[in-house]
């Protein structure tokens, strides 16, 4: 990874202190415990990692020299009810700037998956922690790029893309890892100004979820309904069969065919 090249073209506060390891454990982990001594926007980035983390307590497959792994330390005093916003910028970040790169038609899949084809490119770890009674947030962000999909573990592979699957074509990290943190940093101007209205504008014209048939997984159960919408806190809500709206606070949606 040419990590000069990716300092030279980033141009906001995100990034600004860049910290790269070639192999961790997890970028979540070590942003985690740098976040007690590094500031607002500081980036961690890895080749590779061995732990990587996906949602729900799943893994996030991580081998070296072929994807995106990075974290983002977020120590905005963060209010409660924009934590949601925190992540949805990260996946709208990633999505323009996948677009942008590629020409790729990636979309977000409720709650913050990045999809191509119907299948996943990318996803974003949102962690909490409290330093000192404030809260920081990490932003992980996982993007699939030059792999190819039969590298993935079976369990994966038929839920899985990546860049060079759907394109045929192999991509910089460095330059996808510019526009995304570019992209990021403008996001995040929007949270710090409080301009709401403007993140979930984005996120809807992303998303590949709403007025759409979807299963979905959340409490230990299944339910079967119409995404039909996310409230302020960024919660889905679900159009059951017998027509009233079940909110969905965490879990995962899968779409069923159109
Ligand atoms: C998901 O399950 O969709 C979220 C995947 C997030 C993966 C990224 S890779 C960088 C960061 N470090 C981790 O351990 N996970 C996130």
């Known amino acids: 990874m040419h990590i000069e090249k990716i300092k030279k073209g980033l141009k906001g506060e995100i990034g600004k202190n860049l910290i790269y390891y070639d192999i961790v454990d997890s970028t979540n982990n070590i942003a985690l415990k740098l976040s007690e001594t590094y ?41 409660h009810r924009k934590l949601n916003l925190l992540t949805f910028m990260a996946s709208i970040a990633s999505a323009l700037a996948l677009r942008n790169c590629t020409n790729l038609d990636v979309s ?18 949102t962690e909490l922690k409290f330093n000192k009674n404030v809260l920081v947030a990490i932003l992980g962000i996982g993007v699939n790029v030059n792999i190819d999909v039969e590298q993935f573990p079976e369990e994966f592979r038929s839920l899985s893309t990546s860049i060079k699957n759907e ?9 996808l890892i510019i526009g995304i943190l570019n992209e990021l940093d403008k996001w995040y101007k929007a949270y710090t100004q409080n301009n709401i209205e403007a993140i979930f504008e984005e996120w ?8 759409k048939e979807v299963l979905v997984f959340s409490e230990g159960k299944t339910f079967k309904g ?24 965490s879990g995962d949606v899968r779409i069923l065919e159109d």
């Open 226 to 249: 119409i995404a039909e919408a996310i409230d302020r806190d960024g919660f889905l809500l679900l159009r059951l069969p017998a027509g009233n709206i079940k909110k969905i606070i």
């Open 39 to 79: 500031p607002d926007g500081t980036v961690v980035l890895a080749d590779c990692q061995t732990k990587g983390k996906g949602r729900l307590g799943r893994s996030w497959f991580s081998p070296p020299g072929s994807n995106i792994y990075l974290s983002i330390i977020i120590k905005t005093s963060i209010e």
């Open 108 to 125: 977000i899949k409720w709650p913050n998956d990045l999809l191509v084809s119907k299948k996943k490119i990318g996803g974003i770890l």
């Open 167 to 175: 394109t045929k074509n192999i991509y910089s990290r460095e330059e």
């Open 204 to 211: 809807k014209n992303l998303n590949a979820t709403f007025g």
